[in-house]
């Protein structure tokens, strides 16, 4: 702290760190190097330094300084053609220590050009970008910092279609974003996501996912429809498009496992409009159809049994028409669906979704004939439903065991 608020209020004391930098790089103020050339940046003897810095040193500790000190400056104007082309040479880097200075330095360039900044991070390779991904999207999603007005629509649908390359999309600020865009350009983002799909299922491993469902939580709020795909015009459209594509994905278990996944992120929980447009779409083809939407359904809340009746009873019955394998197939994604989630209870009592999921199971039972398609899936569930139940009675039994020793 003392050494930066000298750096800062002392005049000559930022040239002096780093002269003695530029002497002898392993001096006890060599840390302070950064900071002290931050503090020249924008004035004529900085770029000149710099100039002399990155002619002495191709190396990627160089230009690492020299973003970090475009990290730490306070600009007050906005930067001339010089700066400019030293900016594009730090986001245009291959090298992960100078690209991991991306986020602070974005910041500090949206402080007094919000458009060159994202001009600049549209230049930057997000695979090698490590933990400045987050940062860069957060200051995209913050209005304040860079207002929505500042990136023109080719530019926008550059920094969605740069998410492809990354492995994973699990970064909250990641998802805000996608939630702001989906409000303004929804096609560029479904697009985007499809491709991810599409690459995801010709991979050989399980490195690539085309979304991280566990980090949608509040930056896509799941509980108003995830990123709000049904809630835009054409977005039935859109969603029945996602289905077609991924027909061609039915014998590749990567990707067809993860298209439930995806519809869960982009329409958030499965209700009665969602639920209607999967049925309808289901019923225009065949097996691969009802594979599809079982991969769908795999990924719905746990309470959609109970919660929409009349379509277990209209997605079954359309499996039906398709043949007995269908039925199996549909059964299985709805009974996995509704026993999957977490649960909680205290040491030997029955679990309440056990105990729901029973009583539900006897009453369903009780008004079905043995041949009717979902008599078998809800013999399933009282099965799994009693076998919890029993488990832990026998749990209790265990520990009034212990009790009494």
Avoid at 74 to 81: A, F, G, H, L, M
Avoid at 363 to 380: I, K, N, Q, Y
């Amino acid at each position: 702290m003392l050494i930066n608020r000298l750096i800062t209020e002392v005049p000559g004391f930022a040239l002096e760190i780093f002269r003695r930098y530029r002497d002898n790089d392993a001096s006890p103020l060599a840390s302070y190097a950064g900071a002290a050339l931050g503090q020249l940046v924008g004035k004529p003897e900085g770029r000149l330094l710099i100039s002399e810095l990155l002619k002495e040193s191709e190396s990627a500790e160089a230009l690492r300084l020299v973003a970090e000190a475009y990290g730490r400056q306070t600009p007050s104007e906005r930067y001339i053609e010089e700066d400019v082309a030293l900016l594009r040479q730090i986001f245009r880097s291959k090298e992960p220590s100078v690209l991991a200075l991306t986020g602070s330095v974005s910041h500090t360039v949206a402080k007094v050009d919000p458009p060159l900044a994202v001009d600049l991070i549209c230049d930057v390779d997000l695979r090698l970008a490590g933990r400045s991904v987050h940062e860069i999207f957060m200051w995209l999603s913050h209005e304040n910092t860079i207002p929505a007005a500042s990136i023109d629509a080719g530019r926008l649908k550059l920094l969605v279609r740069k998410l492809v390359k990354l492995n994973r999309l699990d970064d909250y600020w990641v998802l805000k974003f996608l939630k702001r865009v989906m409000s303004i350009d929804p096609d560029a983002v479904s697009r985007m996501f499809l491709v991810r799909l599409r690459v995801a299922s010709m991979c050989k491993d399980w490195s690539y996912r085309p979304v991280e469902p566990q980090y949608l939580g509040d930056a896509a709020d799941a509980k108003s429809g995830g990123l709000g795909l049904l809630e835009k015009p054409g977005g039935e459209r859109r969603l029945r498009h996602l289905l077609d594509n991924a027909l061609r994905m039915v014998g590749s278990t990567h990707g067809i496992f993860e298209i439930g996944e995806l519809v869960a992120v982009l329409c958030g929980k499965f209700d009665q409009p969602l639920l209607e447009v999967l049925v309808d779409w289901m019923k225009q083809g065949g097996s691969d159809h009802v594979k599809v939407i079982a991969a769908v359904l795999g990924a719905a809340q746990n309470t959609l049994l109970y919660e929409s009746p009349t379509f277990i009873r209209d997605v079954i019955s359309a499996a039906e028409m398709v043949g007995e394998e269908a039925v199996g197939t549909m059964t299985s994604a709805l009974i996995g669906a509704t026993l999957s989630g977490g649960r909680s209870t205290t040491p030997g009592e029955p679990y309440n979704e056990d105990v729901r999921l029973r009583d539900y199971s006897k009453e369903m039972l009780a008004g079905l004939s043995r041949t009717d398609p979902a008599h078998e899936m809800f013999s399933v569930l009282l099965r799994a439903a009693e076998q919890g139940i029993e488990r832990q009675l026998r749990e209790k039994e265990a520990l009034d065991s212990e009790d009494e020793e």
